[in-house]
């Protein structure tokens, strides 16, 4: 709570997820595996424009032409069909309705989006965080790099174990696991970057085990 406290108070709020509806936020979760927000709010922005950002419209999209829309968020032709995969789930289980399928007990909702092609599992506990809002930890690369900086863990730590570490010291708490999360994301993006961390701009720097050897690089 204290780091949390600490990017809070630096980056303020940050008012994820982007999207205007759960569907969106879904696409936009598949969308983004791999690449920046921008390219896959850019693959949104052409759903949107074409008419076709509704599960009706994904699945009767033809396959080629709905990865020419995705192409900004790159490996287009996997992605159109990863997204045709999530939507065909819904509507032959749920008939079509993604408010059914998000309202299930969480650990059954993890378990059938981990089985849909292209879902793994910071794709999964997005869409049950943000869409579902049910209070489940996403642990991404920035994650593991930023509290392994840190000293909390090796860098090498599994997904379960990262997500494991932030559950058992953290109240059980969509609203914070939601801002958590983007404040994790706003770190790693503008400070704590791969190669050349600005840590003379970090909010946490006063905790870090590593910054030393990043400022004598200098
Ligand atoms: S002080 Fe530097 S290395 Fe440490 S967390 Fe901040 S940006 Fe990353």
């Known amino acids: 709570m204290e780091i949390y406290n600490k990017l809070f108070e630096h980056f303020g709020p940050r008012h ?31 759903l949107k424009q074409d008419g076709i950002l509704s599960l009706e419209g994904i699945l009767s999209c033809d396959p080629v032409d709905l990865a020419v829309l995705v192409r ?39 378990e059938r989006l981990l089985d849909i092609y292209g879902i793994g599992p910071e794709t999964a506990d997005c ?6 809002e049910k209070p489940i930890f996403v642990v991404d690369a920035y994650t593991r790099r930023i509290f392994s900086r840190l000293g909390y863990f090796p860098e090498k730590i599994s997904y379960e174990e990262t997500q494991h570490f ?3 010291n953290l109240p059980r708490d969509v609203a914070l696991y939601n801002e958590y999360h983007a404040q ?35």
Not at 127 to 132: D, Q
Not at 190 to 212: A, I, M, N, Y
């Open 16 to 46: 994820w997820w982007p999207a205007d509806t759960a569907f969106e936020m879904v696409m936009g979760a598949i969308l983004t595996q791999n690449v920046s927000w921008r390219s896959a709010a850019s693959a949104i922005e052409n």
């Open 72 to 110: 900004p968020a790159r490996y287009h032709n996997q992605k159109a069909k990863k997204l045709q995969s999530f939507c065909r789930v819904i509507a032959a289980e749920f008939g079509g309705d993604l408010e059914a399928f998000l309202s299930q007990e969480m650990g059954i909702l993890r």
């Open 127 to 132: 869409i049950i965080l943000y869409a579902a």
């Open 166 to 168: 932030f559950m058992s």
């Open 184 to 218: 994790i994301d706003a770190l790693g993006h503008h400070t704590c970057l791969k190669s050349k961390p600005r840590c003379g701009e970090c909010p946490v720097v006063c905790r870090c085990s590593v910054q030393d050897q990043f400022t004598r690089q200098k």
